[in-house]
């Protein structure tokens, strides 16, 4: 089944406590995105990669990482998160010009 | 900057009316794309429909049609004979091309939808 996959679903974590989200996609889709959502804010783009190797930042940039080693593996990294990271997250990929396609997304709270 | 509006915050039906979001977007790209994700009560998005900035025609599947309209930079969506699990937040959004196939999507706020039995 064509799928985006994201681990964990649901995460509470402590300020400070180096985390990783981790998002696969077997699609062989060049393009993989992460997304943020907020109340009131809507979603927004973190950070972006067309392909190996190959990433960027998007909107809201600060206080993530990501990398981009395989092509279908795009880890969402908070070196020492914050409770304003408390969010919503969602990975998702495409081909490079396609529909995104989402994976279930991920509930952080930290305290 | 681009931009997408969904004036509708939300909207309550009872079951098998139509219903009607609208979505209006801003952009000076002339060739873009957009979009409408459903995201149920579960949480996840889930992808409807893309259509590109050439393309006009309306669009049909099932209970679902779409009507795109560049002249009121307009991409509404119709739900007919509405049932209780089209309840959702349905977002529209607009690719920001930035060449090389890379694509953001700029999202509305979304339409929270409501089927009542």
């Known amino acids: 089944e064509a799928q985006v996959t994201q681990n964990p679903r649901y995460l509470i974590t402590v300020t400070g406590k180096k985390l990783t989200v981790t998002c696969s996609q077997n699609?062989?889709?060049?393009?993989m995105s992460w997304y943020r959502q907020d109340p009131g804010l809507g979603l927004r783009q973190i950070y972006y990669?067309?392909?190996?190797?190959?990433?960027d930042k998007g909107d809201v940039p600060e206080g993530y990482k990501v990398s981009r080693k395989e092509k279908r593996n795009f880890p969402l990294i908070l070196e020492s998160p914050s409770p304003n990271q408390t969010s919503l997250y969602f990975c998702?990929?495409?081909?490079?010009?396609?529909?995104?396609?989402f994976g279930p997304g991920t509930r952080l709270l930290v305290l | 900057a681009q931009k997408v509006t969904q004036a509708q915050t939300e909207i309550s039906v009872v079951e098998k009316e139509d219903v009607t979001l609208d979505c209006v977007y801003e952009t000076r790209d002339t060739t873009y794309y957009l979009f409408w994700y459903k995201q149920p009560p579960s949480g996840e998005l889930v992808f409807l429909i893309r259509?590109?900035?050439?393309?006009?025609q309306n669009e049909i599947s099932g209970r679902y049609s779409w009507n795109f309209q560049k002249s009121t930079s307009s991409f509404n969506f119709t739900i007919t004979a509405s049932q209780v699990v089209d309840s959702a937040v349905y977002f529209c959004?607009?690719?920001?091309?930035?060449?090389?196939?890379?694509?953001?999507?700029?999202f509305g706020k979304g339409t929270k939808l409501t089927v009542n039995p």
């Open positions: 998702a990929s495409s081909f490079l010009g396609g529909a995104q396609y």
């Open positions: 990669s067309m392909n190996v190797e190959v990433t």
């Open positions: 699609m062989n889709h060049e393009y």
């Open positions: 259509r590109n900035s050439f393309d006009e």
């Open positions: 959004a607009l690719s920001e091309a930035r060449g090389g196939g890379s694509e953001k999507l700029v």
